[in-house]
């Protein structure tokens, strides 16, 4: 007799990633781990200037070199199409441009070609040997942000010029964040394989269902006969949510060689190629009544994107609702550089929008005399003021009194440089975060087999954040069924259509779909194993179940004897009891259902202390405390490391990362690890993460709304504002540079 494990309620528990046996064992294939017999090998032959045309591109030399199988260009790539408007949550990619569809030359590293080879040493070779020529011209890689258009009004309330005019307090500052180029480990990559009719692409992408949509239409064939799987990611940050050239060349040069063609991009191109976050600019204006109420706020950006492309970092996505005012004005505007097109990068939008407006905010603060969190409380909003509704569950108010009880903030003396610890200068600064809620539409299927195992299945993936776990401790709540008897599918557009990665929406979106489809599988256990009674055991799980011969009945009601559930199925001759699930989009806003409409978000309070050494100008963030209020947490353990990782970048975002153009070539120059700096283990504070935990039953019935992005909202911010209380420096343009703070500290000028 098969053993009954009634299962732990596993909700909230901290169970490790069920994936990471298989990651740290090597067990775990990621794309370019599929070697595949007759593979070929690609490299891209990238632009050597930023703007101009190719006047002449030569491969004879190339071509005579050994192991070469062909080498791509427009004139031989074949036909490639662009994408039609994307529908719903599918069909998006930020570069439009197919490769190869002209000469011209508008970022630095465009593809000019791609060498396929029997090895990549042999491809890397050729692809030094192409000769392009070019006739080119200065380009545009401003980094003061200018434009003549019409700003576009974001969101607009009362009359927020006339009210700051008269406020008692005013801020008016710009706040600079520079590119930042997402640097997951694993670089993007692709194993393409045509089998004369159909295409299968390992791809490492954030979106299997979108990749596989916009690959068919890039590359002219149907949906149906592009699959791509993605079953392991050494991560994104956003840069592989959509479609980028690299794809669409790997996969042109598979059909017409006929061959699998594994191309695995450089990590320079990962500067130049796959996306990254713009550059922004951001005029912010507060102003309060004489005790700090605000009265006006108006918040102008531009950001910067491709010649080509419209993308846009909304830094007022969170704006428009965190705090109460009756006058408020978000405006943006794009300006066309001769960059790579940009793209989604952890909380866009909202990453940089926060640190413009939570340094606007600790401005004010000391512009009023005024405790920071003081400030913040006493404009707390009742509802969204944005779009006049209810939120959904939102605690910004005890984050605040949580994390400042951790971090012991009653202990702050607010002048600058009126800390110290150990002869060290201490600095310390808070911050809000906010990020969007909701979910994406999502599909999954549920199998529970004879053989007592479950399976679920869903086409979305898990760029390491735990979504296999979550999924398996979901389906294990609602069966009863024990986890290690769950197995979890994920990472294959055949599957049920899942949503990207992204948003920090996956948890949310995919738990309804993964409960209605066990919903459905449990029903026909039921009607496997009752003569049509089913009503007595509604709400029951399987592993509640007890029968014996043809009657069934609940274990907690009668002996534990007779048979389990997957027994049943034994004795009925079925494989399997099946079901599945879909659930729409739901972002609760206006576009809601009137019953539905909220305002759903997320918040949290960040809490940083720097230290500052002026006689060797040594800036430190030592510690760092965080309170998240994201709803239900489903598993404390990823969602933690979610929260640290986002606390890194953060330190990061505000210490260390620039993408730099150089402004003769356009090359984005720190095109590296050694010089593109991003925060590693010598760099990180002790970091404290808290999760108020309280459910959001708006957007699933258990409550979760999801982690990975908020971690990084407000740090930026947190940690400058810790710089100016121990320097008096305010660092408005990020990274804070050790030059922005020699010379002109206060708290250096008082020592010396
Ligand atoms: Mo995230 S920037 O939505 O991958």
Redesign the pocket.
């Known amino acids: 007799m098969a053993t009954r494990v009634l299962a732990p309620n596993t909700i909230g528990g901290g169970l490790p990633r069920i994936d990471g046996p298989l990651k740290v064992s090597g067990g775990a294939t990621y794309a370019s781990d599929h070697h595949l017999p007759g593979m070929l090998y690609a490299v891209p032959v990238c632009a050597t200037i930023a703007k101009g045309k190719i006047t002449s591109l030569d491969t004879s030399a190339a071509e005579k070199m050994p192991g070469i199988q062909s080498i791509f260009h427009r004139a031989n790539i074949g036909r490639l199409y662009r994408t039609s408007p994307a529908q719903g949550i599918y069909g998006y990619l930020d570069e439009r441009r197919p490769p190869f569809e002209d000469d011209t030359i508008r970022y630095y590293g465009q593809y000019v070609a791609v060498v396929v080879a029997d090895t990549f040493e042999q491809a890397q070779a050729a692809a030094y040997a192409v000769k392009v020529t070019y006739s080119g011209e200065k380009p545009n890689v401003a980094t003061h942000l200018k434009t003549d258009d019409e700003p576009k009004v974001e969101s607009s309330r009362g009359k927020p010029e006339d009210a700051f005019k008269t406020a008692a307090v005013k801020v008016d500052e710009t706040y600079w964040t520079p590119p930042e180029t997402h640097n997951p480990i694993e670089l993007h990559s692709i194993v393409a394989v045509w089998d004369g009719q159909a295409f299968t692409l390992y791809e490492s992408t954030?979106g299997v269902v979108n990749q596989r949509i916009v690959m068919a239409q890039m590359l002219g064939v149907a949906p149906e006969n592009v699959r791509v799987i993605s079953r392991f990611l050494g991560s994104?940050?956003?840069g592989k949510?959509f479609v980028w050239p690299h794809s669409v060349m790997a996969a042109a040069a598979a059909r017409s060689l006929n061959s699998p063609v594994k191309l695995v991009i450089s990590r320079s191109m990962m500067f130049q190629n796959v996306g990254h976050r713009p550059r922004t600019q951001q005029r912010v204006r507060l102003g309060t009544t004489a005790d700090g109420k605000l009265v006006s706020l108006q918040q102008d950006y531009l950001n910067h994107t491709s010649i080509l492309d419209e993308y846009e970092e909304t830094c007022g996505e969170a704006t428009a609702y965190l705090y109460s005012t009756p006058n408020l004005k978000i405006t943006s505007g794009v300006v066309h550089l001769n960059v790579g097109t940009p793209t989604?990068?952890?909380g866009?939008g909202a990453v940089p929008g926060l640190f413009a407006i939570e340094s606007a905010m600790d401005e004010l603060a000391v512009k009023l005399k005024m405790d920071p969190i003081e400030l913040r409380l006493k404009n707390e909003p009742e509802k969204d003021e944005s779009n006049g509704l209810p939120f959904s569950s939102r605690h910004l108010t005890e984050c605040f009194k949580v994390g400042a009880e951790k971090f012991g903030w009653s202990q702050r003396t607010p002048e600058v440089g009126s800390m110290k610890k150990n002869g060290l200068i201490l600095g310390w600064g808070t911050a809000s975060c906010a990020w969007i809620g909701g979910r994406f539409a999502a599909s999954a299927t549920v199998d529970l087999k004879s053989d007592g195992t479950a399976r679920v299945s869903c086409g979305t993936q898990d760029i390491g954040t735990g979504t296999y776990t979550i999924l398996a401790q979901v389906l294990s709540e609602k069966t009863g069924i024990a986890l290690d008897k769950i197995e979890v599918v994920l990472g294959d557009s055949s599957l049920p259509e899942g949503p990207i990665?992204?948003?920090s929406l996956v948890t949310s979106s995919v738990i309804p779909a993964v409960s209605q489809a066990a919903q459905g599988a449990i029903q026909m256990i039921f009607m496997t194993a009752t003569d049509g009674d089913q009503a007595a055991f509604a709400g029951r799980k399987p592993t509640d179940l007890a029968f014996t011969n043809q009657r069934v009945h609940l274990k907690d009601k009668a002996p534990e004897t007779g048979f389990a559930w997957h027994e049943i199925l034994q004795k009925a001759n079925v494989n399997a009891a099946s079901g599945s699930g879909r659930a729409d989009e739901y972002f609760g806003g206006p576009e809601a259902k009137e019953k539905e409409r909220y305002s759903v978000h997320s918040y949290g309070a960040q809490f940083a202390e720097v230290t500052w050494q002026p006689e060797i100008a040594r800036l430190r963030v030592s510690r760092v405390v965080t309170v998240i209020d994201s709803g239900r947490i489903m598993n404390p353990k990823p969602a933690r490391n979610q929260i640290e990782g986002a606390v890194v970048m953060g330190v990061g975002m505000a210490l260390l990362e620039e993408t730099k153009y150089e402004p003769r070539s356009g090359a984005p120059i720190n095109n590296n690890l050694a010089d593109y700096m991003v925060a590693t283990n010598a760099d990180t504070p002790s970091i404290d993460v808290t999760f108020l935990d309280y459910p959001d039953k708006v957007v699933n019935e258990f409550g979760a709304r999801g982690v990975g992005?908020i971690g990084l909202a407000g740090i930026a911010a947190a940690i400058t504002s810790a710089v100016y209380h121990a320097t008096g420096v305010r660092v408005r343009s990020l990274p804070a540079r050790i030059e922005d703070l020699i010379g002109h500290s206060e708290a250096g000028k008082l020592r010396a």
């Open positions: 954030q994104g940050f956003g949510l989604a990068m952890r866009p990665s992204g948003g992005e």
